[in-house]
């Protein structure tokens, strides 16, 4: 008898394992963990969606003739090892996960069982973990684009017969970033309803994690393949036509956008990426989609999600730790309760707080911008990343967070800091109409606080930038300051550093 036990984000029959699981004389193991130290500071969603999936996917292997083991624990090592005293595999197949922290704990309990254990590596991705040594060599620059036109190539999408990129480009990033006009609004992603199984869940979760961050009130993520299929099929026909031309774009009240709403599904093993894309690339031949919105679109899965996990697997574990520009203040607590008079910051947040969830440049260019201008000690801005987020793994938060979004590796995954003023957030949003502070006012006390904090993060860190090609224009501008500017601009960041100490910005 062999036992095959999965993770959480590994319910899946696409699973290598289960090529060589026999149905008749070997067992699934599944465990939810219920410890609340390891859920300490996690959205009550993300509980929620690990359990309802871990449960959905039971019934999905006893309906289809496997025998489950399934058990609920607050030490899952010794649950494991409560499995193997009881049953008596000869076996236990395990796939190894992404994230590091997980691997060290598979490793450490590897070391102490009586069990023949035998590893292989987890479905989900299109590369495989060995590759990426050669993908990502060591003394190199590593360049997502690069490598995001050799998997096209490989996997032949977007291609005309001649190998070529279809419409002539690799890339329409240029195209995409639109600002819908003022009433523009979005059709909404088929959410699925809570079952009887998701509703129980939410209960126990509510009852059991009661501390925990974030409402459950909105929890309508798929748990199900089907669900996610539901999901992914409505996107296609439905929401990505108008993707390409708004995903930068930001809008009060409308955290989703046309944004697909897939990632957790596809994280959490639901759906297989190479399917998602392939339904992408049948959009565009069925000219459902334009080309802008569906390369958009692929580049975010085929080039994006493999470069990070790349990224991670390379650069672990002392990934982890980098803190270059050396940032060093608290999180604001209005990260946790949207409390602020930002109205970015405060609707970015609630979006967080109701559904675990914002977008891609929301996470970008409102809350890293504001972690890297303000000086955010990084591990505290990743930790936050990675327990609000619905569709966050390790893998996913350290390299997007610390690399893109704070500059906190010094430049592996980007060249220059995404930092900016206000006026970036009022060119890509309507945030800025309706908020307390003013984008037109640079200094003073109703001065939009992006401003002040844009120019000190540069007065801070001008050794490092100023000469830096993508940068030099900006240095310009501060060095035509008047001396009443300067003198204006440090009372103005003595204000906002005041306002976040007291919780009043």
């Not at 419409?167 to 609004?185: F, I, V």
């Amino acid at each position: 008898m062999a036992t095959l036990w999965l993770l959480g984000h590994q319910c899946s029959l696409r699973q290598p394992w289960f090529e060589e699981l026999d149905k008749e004389n070997d067992e699934v193991l599944l465990i939810e963990n219920w410890n609340e130290k390891d859920w300490k500071g996690y959205h009550k969603q993300k509980l929620v969606l690990v359990f309802s999936i871990m449960r959905h996917f039971k019934k999905e292997l006893e309906d289809a003739g496997y025998t489950v083991d399934y058990r609920k624990s607050t030490d899952v090592a010794e649950e494991l090892e409560a499995h193997i005293n009881e049953k008596q595999p000869d076996t236990v197949l395990v796939h190894q996960p992404s994230e590091e922290g997980m691997c060290r704990f598979i490793d450490t309990w590897r070391k102490k069982t009586t069990a023949s254990v035998r590893i292989a590596e987890e479905g989900g991705f299109l590369m495989d973990r060995k590759e990426w040594k050669n993908l990502l060599p060591e003394n190199e620059n590593w360049q997502m684009d690069k490598l995001y036109r050799r998997f096209r190539k490989d996997f032949r999408v977007l291609l005309t017969k001649n190998g070529k990129p279809v419409g002539g480009k690799w890339s329409y990033d240029a195209d995409n970033r639109k600002k819908p006009k003022k009433g523009t609004t979005f059709p909404e992603p088929a959410w699925e309803s809570p079952d009887n199984i998701t509703r129980s869940v939410i209960e126990e979760v509510e009852d059991g994690f009661s501390k925990l961050y974030g409402s459950t009130e909105h929890f309508a993520y798929p748990v199900t393949k089907k669900g996610a299929e539901k999901l992914l099929d409505h996107f296609m026909e439905h929401r990505l036509h108008t993707f390409g031309d708004y995903q930068d774009a930001m809008l009060p009240g409308e955290p989703f956008v046309s944004h697909s709403m897939l990632s957790a599904a596809i994280n959490f093993s639901l759906l297989d990426p190479l399917d998602v894309i392939r339904r992408a690339e049948e959009a565009y031949q069925d000219e459902a989609a334009p080309l802008n919105a569906v390369e958009g679109f692929i580049r975010q899965i085929l080039g994006w999600r493999e470069y990070i996990r790349g990224v991670y697997l390379r650069s672990m574990p002392e990934y982890e730790r980098v803190n270059e520009l050396g940032h060093e203040r608290d999180l604001p607590a209005f990260f946790w309760t949207a409390e602020t008079n930002m109205h970015c910051m405060q609707d970015t947040v609630q979006s967080v707080v109701d559904h675990a969830y914002s977008h891609h440049i929301q996470r970008l260019m409102v809350l890293g911008n504001f972690a890297t201008t303000a000086g955010i000690e990084p591990k505290q801005v990743s930790d936050w990343f990675n327990e609000m987020y619905i569709d966050a793994l390790d893998w996913v938060v350290l390299p997007n967070v610390l690399g893109m979004a704070l500059y906190a590796d010094g430049g592996k995954m980007s060249t220059k800091p995404y930092v900016s003023s206000g006026n970036y957030i009022q060119k890509m949003s309507h945030y800025c109409r309706d908020c307390a502070y003013s984008v037109n006012e640079k200094y003073g006390e109703n001065a939009c606080p992006f401003h002040p904090l844009y120019w000190d993060f540069l007065e801070r860190h001008e050794e490092r930038f100023r000469d830096n090609p993508r940068m030099k224009v900006i240095y310009k501008h501060l060095d035509n300051r008047s001396s009443e500017d300067e003198k204006k601009q440090q009372e103005t960041i003595d204000l906002v550093w005041k306002r976040m100490k007291e919780g009043t910005l």
